[in-house]
C-alpha cells in the first residue's frame, strides 16, 4: 500500500491531503485565503506567503490525523515547487524538505500543471477510480494558463497550444470587475450570469485559424466597449453580458479541443484547472465532444493537495525523486515536446 503526502501551497490555498495508490483520497484539507484576498480584487502575494506560515503545519497535522496514518505509514512527501508565487512555493517546499528529512522520506517535487491533470483521476465520492485512457487530449484552463496539450502516457506531453496574451481565467476577473462583480471572476461570472441570455450580445471569438492557440485579450476589450455603451443610458444587464461571456470562452475551448481530439485520435478528452469547474464549459464540453470527457469535480477543479499526491504516484513508482536541492520555479512550465498545428 503506498501512501503520499501531498503539500500545495502555489497561491492562496494552503493544502495537505494522503492519497492512497494515486487515488484513493484519505485526507484533503484544504485552507483557503479567497476571504482575505478579496478586497485586493487579486491575490496579494506577501499576505498569501505569511498566511502558508501560519498554516502549513496545522494543515498537514490535520491531513495526517483524518487520514488516520503516522510519518511511519508514508512512501514519500510531494509538493508543488512552480509555477506559482514565489513566496507562496518556498513555504511549501520548505515545509516538505524539513518534514521528509526528518522522517527519513523520499522528496518529489511537482509541477502544479501536472496535479490538475492527475487531480481526473481521484477517486471521488465513493465511485470507481476512472480510467487513464491514451492518447488522450488534456484541456488546462486557470487563472493564468490555457493550454491544450496531447497526453499519450504518464509524463508524455506534447503542447498543441496554448494562450497567447490573456488566459481564460484571467478573462473572466477582468470582465468580473468591469461588471463589478467582485473578485474571484470565474465563480461571480457564473452565478451572475443563471438567467441571462447568452445570445443576446454577440462577444467576439478569437478562432486563430491553423493553430491550437488561444486569445481572450479581445474579449475583455469587447466588453469594455459594450459596458460603456450603457452609461447614462440604462440599467446594466449583467445577467445576459455575464452569460455571453460564459459562452464565448466555452465556444472557443470546446472547438479547439474538440478538433485536436479528432486530429489526434484521442480516446478521452480531460478538463484541468480553476476554470473547468464552470458549469458553461463543463455543460458545453460534453454536449459536443467526439469522446467521452472525463471533468473532476469543482472542489478538485481548484488548488488542493490530493491532486499534487497524485501526480507524484507514477514518479515514485519511476523511481523520479527530488534531492535537497529542490527549489521553487515560479515559471515552471509543464515539461512537453511541441505539437502539430491542425490539419
Known amino acids: 500500500m503506498t501512501l503520499i503526502l501531498g503539500i500545495e501551497t502555489s497561491c492562496d490555498e494552503t493544502a495537505a491531503a494522503v492519497v492512497q495508490e494515486g487515488g484513493k483520497i484519505l485526507s484533503n484539507v484544504v485552507a483557503s485565503q ?8 487579486g491575490v496579494f502575494p506577501e499576505m498569501a506567503s505569511r498566511e502558508h506560515v501560519l498554516k502549513i503545519i496545522p494543515v498537514v497535522a490535520e491531513a495526517l490525523q483524518t487520514a488516520n496514518v503516522t510519518w511511519c505509514d508514508l512512501a514519500a512527501i510531494a509538493v508543488t515547487h512552480g509555477p506559482g508565487l514565489a513566496g507562496s512555493l518556498l513555504v511549501g517546499v520548505n515545509a516538505a524538505k524539513a518534514l521528509a528529512f526528518a522522517n527519513d522520506l523520499p522528496l518529489i517535487g511537482i509541477n502544479h500543471l501536472e496535479g490538475h491533470i492527475y487531480a481526473n483521476w481521484l477517486q471521488t465520492n465513493g465511485a470507481p477510480l476512472a480510467e487513464k485512457e491514451f492518447p488522450l487530449i488534456a484541456l488546462l484552463v486557470s487563472g493564468g494558463h490555457s493550454e491544450l496539450v496531447l497526453m499519450r502516457g504518464h509524463g508524455d506531453y506534447e503542447l498543441l497550444g496554448h494562450t497567447l496574451d490573456d488566459a481564460a481565467g484571467e478573462a473572466f476577473d477582468k470582465t468580473a470587475r468591469l461588471l463589478g462583480l467582485g473578485y474571484p471572476g470565474g465563480p461571480a461570472i457564473q452565478k451572475a450570469a443563471e438567467g441571462g441570455n447568452p445570445d443576446l450580445h454577440k462577444l467576439p471569438r478569437a478562432w486563430l485559424r491553423g493553430t491550437y492557440d488561444f486569445s481572450f485579450s479581445g474579449l475583455k476589450t469587447a466588453v ?6 450603457f452609461e447614462g443610458k440604462r440599467r446594466l444587464p449583467v445577467a445576459d453580458i ?15 479541443t474538440k478538433q485536436a481530439a479528432g486530429q489526434f485520435g484521442a480516446r478521452q478528452i480531460i478538463l484541468a484547472g480553476g476554470v473547468s469547474a464552470n458549469a458553461q464549459l463543463r455543460q458545453t464540453m460534453h454536449e459536443r465532444a467526439p469522446v467521452p470527457v472525463h471533468i473532476p469535480p469543482p472542489k478538485f477543479c481548484i488548488d488542493n493537495a490530493a491532486m499534487i499526491a497524485a501526480a507524484a504516484h507514477p514518479h515514485l513508482a519511476r523511481g523520479e525523486l527530488s534531492g535537497w536541492n529542490l527549489d521553487v520555479l515560479p515559471n515552471l512550465k509543464l515539461p512537453t515536446r511541441h505539437g502539430q498545428a491542425p490539419a
Open 34 to 41: 479567497v476571504e482575505i484576498h478579496a478586497q485586493y480584487g
Open 242 to 256: 455575464a452569460a455571453s461571456i460564459q459562452m464565448a470562452v466555452a465556444d472557443v475551448l470546446t472547438e479547439k
Open 224 to 229: 469594455l466597449h459594450l459596458t460603456a455603451s
